[in-house]
């Protein structure tokens, strides 16, 4: 099985700065596309930005220029790096890993979440 573990979630001031990690643990072969999704309650989960295994990014208008992910192939981790927080921002914040594929089940792609981490930005 497949594990995806966020850490760096928590309380931050606006205009502050917080670094979210994922990490990936299991008999992975590779992982296609990792990316942070994040959800306030009574809303759809949104994309927040993705990255490819090559390193294309991808991210929603509301953190261009504010939001940086980045990703160490070799740990099976990807990184969201934010700047400028906004109150805008507070929500449960997800990893998800897609287009995994294990020793195991190479021909298999599967997706896989992390149980989230909160990001609140208040004074």
């Known amino acids: 099985q497949v594990q995806l573990v966020e850490s760096g979630g928590g309380l931050v001031q606006p205009g502050g700065s917080l670094r979210l990690s994922c990490a990936a643990s299991g008999m992975i072969f590779s992982i296609d596309t990792m990316g942070w999704y994040r959800q306030v309650p009574g809303k759809q989960r949104e994309l927040v930005a993705t990255?490819?295994?090559?390193?294309?990014?991808n991210y929603v208008d509301s953190v261009k220029g504010r939001f940086t992910i980045s990703r160490d192939n070799a740990k099976n981790t990807v990184y969201l790096q934010m700047n400028s927080l906004k109150p805008e921002d507070t929500a449960v914040y997800y990893c998800?890993?897609?287009?995994?594929?294990?020793?195991?089940?190479?021909?298999?792609?599967?997706?896989?979440w992390g149980k989230g981490t909160l990001v609140t930005v208040s004074s």
């Open positions: 990255i490819t295994s090559g390193g294309r990014t």
């Open positions: 998800k890993a897609g287009g995994v594929r294990t020793v195991t089940t190479i021909m298999d792609f599967m997706d896989y």
